[in-house]
């Protein structure tokens, strides 16, 4: 069992450090930060947070996703970060518990997103916002280590693999999914993996 603690914490940030990260020059898709949350379980398992999007949003409705929205004019991809956090799910956190950032990743749907590892701590309250998330989960980081993480399945539209990821008996796409697989491979293997490659599925192209 990953314990969290912090030697998990000491060997994240400096997985981060050492990774070389990629980002997407501007070329006029909206852009956007998601919130990487380490943070443990009531039984000390180092997890992350997951959310499934609330029914009633205009836009990608009822999908899994990580705590994050729009950067605003003048905003950093970590302030961004940390304030749809709070907005979110009610965690408030400091510049300080930002970790690290991942490559950027460009959606078919016009965002260009970054995403912020950070360190939630131990026993932290959540309080989901009801008009935003429906339901949030603290998935342990042992299940992005089964042995069927990630899949990779084809489909006519386009020559790039669709990613899957296996989670609370669903399967998670890209964004969220190339998202994951990647903090697996940098933060916690510490190999630089590149996830630019891996495409969504159609109905998330819109």
């Not at 997951?50 to 994050?68: D, K």
């Amino acid at each position: 069992m990953d314990r969290f603690d912090g030697a998990l914490r000491e060997r994240a940030r400096a997985h981060l450090e050492r990774f070389e990260r990629r980002s997407i020059p501007p070329d006029g898709r909206r852009l956007a930060a998601v919130a990487v949350v380490l943070l443990d379980d009531d039984a000390g398992r180092a997890c992350f947070l997951l959310t499934r999007r609330a029914e009633t949003l205009r836009a990608h409705a009822s999908q899994w996703a990580l705590p994050g929205g729009r950067i605003d004019a003048g905003e950093s991809p970590e302030r961004a970060a940390l304030r749809e956090l709070g907005e979110e799910v009610g965690l408030a956190l400091g510049q300080g518990s930002v970790l690290g950032v991942l490559d950027d990743y460009g959606t078919r749907s016009g965002f260009i997103i970054t995403p912020v590892v950070m360190w939630g701590g131990a026993g932290v309250e959540l309080a989901p916002n009801p008009s935003e998330v429906a339901k949030v989960y603290r998935v342990p980081l042992a299940e992005l280590d089964k042995p069927e993480v990630p899949r990779l399945v084809t489909i006519p539209e386009s020559p790039r693999p669709v990613i899957q990821i296996p989670i609370l008996s669903r399967l998670i796409h890209a964004p969220t999914a190339a998202v994951l697989y990647q903090m697996r491979e940098v933060v916690m293997r510490g190999r630089p993996t590149r996830v630019d490659h891996f495409e969504q599925p159609v109905w998330a192209w819109q």
